[in-house]
């Protein structure tokens, strides 16, 4: 289900995430590959938030580092696991609320 939340509460949600995310990166250094810890996209007014959800590397290209995009799984299949992020959607509305699965607050309040 779906829920509206605050701003405060939206951040808290994306900084434990985050968190998951950047702790993981730190233990796959070796294979040069990182799951990347938010996506943005903006789409009919809204804007849509994923969590490390996305595989990238990065490469200097003229001195400027450039995130280039390696997909959806693993990479490396002895790679560790990716931590475990809820796969849900989140929204950012024209209103300027926040959308998210209702399931995201429960598995944050257990942990």
């Known amino acids: 289900m779906l829920v509206k939340v605050p701003e405060k ?15 993981y990166n730190s233990k796959i250094k070796e294979y040069r ?11 009919n007014g809204k804007k849509y938030v994923y969590i490390g ?12 580092l450039k995130w280039i995009y390696l997909g959806k799984e693993k990479p490396f ?3 560790p696991d990716p931590p ?3 796969d849900y959607t989140i929204i950012r509305d024209v209103d ?3 959308i998210i699965d209702k399931k995201i607050l429960d ?3 257990g942990k």
């Open 53 to 64: 959800k996305y595989w990238y590397k990065l490469e200097k290209f003229g001195g400027r």
């Open 96 to 98: 300027g609320g926040y």
């Open 9 to 23: 509460v939206f951040d808290e949600v994306l900084t434990k995430l985050k968190l998951r995310v950047y702790e």
């Open 77 to 79: 299949i002895d790679m």
């Open 107 to 109: 598995e944050l309040k």
């Open 84 to 86: 475990e992020i809820p």
């Open 33 to 43: 590959v990182y799951l990347k810890p938010y996506h943005l996209v903006y789409k």
